[in-house]
């Protein structure tokens, strides 16, 4: 079976620090791989999708980057945070032709 | 002409009643409507899905219920109880171009559902 890890589950940063989260898919080969952003109690928001190692495609201009440095790795990074970067971040999958996205468990990320 | 609308935000449900959430859509072009349940501080799990040539799909207590004319789906759970308190979004599906069989789903702002005792 797929499962995806994502970490780390929570973290605070000040202001102006760099940021690193990533996630891992097992159990499946070529996944398209996304990123998503849910302020508190808002909608969410894709920042960035990838359908292959070095394919990243944006959705929102922001001080956020993404890599996919192997198959089944995602990475969301940040070189500067803001205030406005903080957030719930989602990390999710999707089969290769097919349009169910599993989501992980998330990354509560507070700037302060 | 990507947006999902979806109603209402907020929604109180005495334990044993039927709860109601639904969405609107202006694409034609969305092929696939799924709906997520999520938990507090837990990522959206998938609950059911529709494709629009099919006007209902039931699982369990959950239905949704599709018009494809109108442009509207909407969610039912039947007997809800507290363990169904959480919040649920609608989505759509449509394919974008980067890769054909890219899929990406546009969702709607959430309906925080509450059953109460």
């Known amino acids: 079976s797929q499962t995806i890890h994502q970490w780390p589950a929570t973290l605070v940063q000040p202001v102006g620090s760099p940021l690193s989260l990533e996630c891992t898919v097992e159990g499946t080969s070529n996944p398209n791989l996304y990123w998503y952003r849910q302020a508190a109690g808002r909608g969410l928001q894709l920042l960035f999708y990838?359908?292959?190692?070095?394919?990243i495609s944006s959705e929102v201009p922001q001080n956020l980057s993404a890599s996919r440095p192997q198959d089944r790795q995602f990475i969301l990074s940040s070189k500067k945070l803001l205030l406005s970067d903080s957030g719930f971040y989602l990390c999710?999958?999707?089969?290769?032709?097919?349009?169910?996205?599993?989501f992980g468990e998330g990354s509560w990320l507070t700037v302060v | 002409q990507q947006q999902v609308k979806q109603s209402p935000q907020s929604l109180i449900v005495q334990k044993g009643g039927i709860s109601i959430i639904n969405c609107a859509y202006e694409n034609t072009a969305f092929d696939y409507f799924p709906w997520y349940q999520q938990f507090p501080g837990k990522g959206p799990a998938l609950l059911i899905a529709?494709?629009?040539?099919?006007s209902e799909k039931k699982e369990g207590r959950f239905t949704i219920s599709f018009n494809k004319s109108a442009k509207q789906f909407s969610l039912h759970i039947m007997d809800s109880q507290p363990g169904d308190s959480a919040t649920y979004f609608c989505a759509a599906s449509s394919v974008v171009t980067l890769r054909a069989g890219s899929y990406q789903l546009t969702f709607g702002k959430g309906t925080k559902l509450s059953v109460i005792p």
């Open positions: 990838s359908v292959g190692i070095g394919q």
């Open positions: 999710a999958w999707s089969r290769t032709g097919g349009n169910t996205i599993y």
């Open positions: 529709i494709r629009p040539d099919v």
